[in-house]
């Protein structure tokens, strides 16, 4: 199954203390280029995320960005050794009595209670994101491959109707070239033999052959069904087949003279032109 270079996916996780955002988009290119943003990730992080993209992809130019969001969270802590000194100082002052302190008489003693921020989002949960957005972004390219394999199945049908038509037309003008040739000849009174005049029409009708060129395009034509077809269709060799598909049809469309058979083949070129197009969003 053919899979698009382009694609979209978001994915979002939210919970009480932050919310983390990770987009993925894609477009063509020859080979596989990640940019993964912002750029301040980690090295154990950012080669996970590359690690697992080079499994599941080929080509293309990928962009990955996270996008994070900290709700005010806070954790709270007591510094032991301020608190046993201050207990042991006011152990000390006789006009205090320490078993009678509470906790508001030194909540505001610096030093006793420690703040914390909670800023830093947990790696799980940014993997667990990623991953997410990753599975959709894959959907996203299948649903995009399966259009461009549709578009492939159009244009093939088109090709392989012409060649059926072009099939039970050549015999049929073949046929008529000799005939046409046998008639100039005696018009113009010529003595030529049987062998003589069975060797022109043979060459003639070589000259306009278009024969080989059907049976290169139908084999062509089955390679690249069977490579569509495969678990993962490789884009780079449906572009090489539809080069040799190029060739071939241009070949047959300059062979062919007469103006019905020739607009059957310019029309089986511009499918493979239309084909090669699509090619170039093949991952």
Same mark, same amino acid.
Request: charged share 30%.
């Given at each position: 199954?053919?899979?698009?270079?382009?694609?979209?996916?978001?994915?979002?996780?939210?919970?009480?203390?932050?919310?983390?955002?990770?987009?993925?988009?894609?477009?063509?290119?020859?080979?596989?280029?990640?940019?993964?943003?912002? %750029? &301040?990730?980690? *090295? +154990? #992080?950012?080669?996970? /995320?590359?690690?697992?993209? !080079? $499994? @599941?992809?080929?080509?293309?130019?990928?962009?990955?960005?996270?996008?994070?969001?900290?709700?005010?969270?806070?954790?709270?802590?007591?510094?032991?050794?301020?608190?046993?000194?201050?207990?042991?100082?006011?152990?000390?002052?006789?006009?205090?009595?320490?078993?009678?302190?509470?906790?508001?008489?030194?909540?505001?003693?610096?030093?006793?209670?420690?703040?914390?921020?909670?800023?830093?989002?947990?790696?799980?949960?940014?993997?667990?994101?990623?991953?997410?957005?990753?599975?959709?972004?894959?959907?996203?390219?299948?649903?995009?491959?399966?259009?461009?394999?549709?578009?492939?199945?159009?244009?093939?049908?088109?090709? %392989? &109707?012409?060649? *059926? +038509? #072009?099939?039970?037309? /050549?015999?049929?003008?073949? !046929? $008529? @070239?000799?005939?046409?040739?046998?008639?100039?000849?005696?018009?113009?009174?010529?003595?030529?033999?049987?062998?003589?005049?069975?060797?022109?029409?043979?060459?003639?009708?070589?000259?306009?052959?278009?024969?080989?060129?059907?049976?290169?395009?139908?084999?062509?034509?089955?390679?690249?069904?069977?490579?569509?077809?495969?678990?993962?269709?490789?884009?780079?060799?449906?572009?090489?087949?539809?080069?040799?598909?190029?060739?071939?049809?241009?070949?047959?469309?300059?062979?062919?003279?007469?103006?019905?058979?020739?607009?059957?083949?310019?029309?089986?070129?511009?499918?493979?032109?239309?084909?090669?197009?699509?090619?170039? %969003?093949?991952?």
């Amino acid at each position: 199954m053919p899979l698009s270079m382009t694609g979209y996916a978001t994915s979002k996780h939210q919970d009480d203390s932050c919310e983390v955002v990770c987009e993925i988009k894609s477009v063509n290119h020859r080979f596989l280029e990640l940019s993964i943003k912002p %750029n &301040d990730i980690n *090295n +154990k #992080l950012d080669s996970f /995320i590359r690690n697992t993209l !080079k $499994k @599941r992809v080929e080509r293309g130019a990928i962009d990955i960005r996270f996008k994070y969001n900290l709700s005010q969270a806070y954790s709270y802590s007591v510094n032991k050794e301020s608190l046993l000194n201050l207990k042991k100082i006011l152990s000390q002052l006789t006009i205090v009595n320490s078993q009678n302190i509470s906790l508001s008489d030194i909540k505001n003693f610096p030093g006793i209670f420690e703040t914390n921020e909670k800023n830093k989002i947990p790696e799980t949960v940014i993997k667990k994101t990623f991953l997410e957005a990753l599975d959709e972004f894959m959907k996203d390219k299948s649903r995009e491959g399966i259009k461009i394999q549709k578009v492939f199945n159009k244009k093939i049908k088109t090709i %392989n &109707d012409s060649i *059926n +038509k #072009l099939q039970k037309q /050549i015999p049929v003008i073949n !046929k $008529k @070239r000799m005939s046409l040739l046998s008639s100039k000849v005696k018009q113009l009174k010529l003595e030529l033999d049987a062998d003589k005049l069975s060797q022109e029409a043979v060459m003639l009708i070589l000259k306009y052959d278009v024969a080989e060129e059907l049976e290169r395009i139908i084999f062509h034509i089955e390679s690249m069904k069977k490579e569509l077809s495969l678990k993962k269709t490789k884009g780079k060799k449906v572009d090489f087949i539809l080069q040799e598909l190029f060739r071939e049809t241009n070949t047959l469309a300059v062979k062919i003279d007469r103006p019905s058979l020739k607009g059957m083949a310019l029309d089986m070129k511009l499918a493979v032109e239309e084909m090669r197009e699509q090619a170039q %969003n093949l991952e």
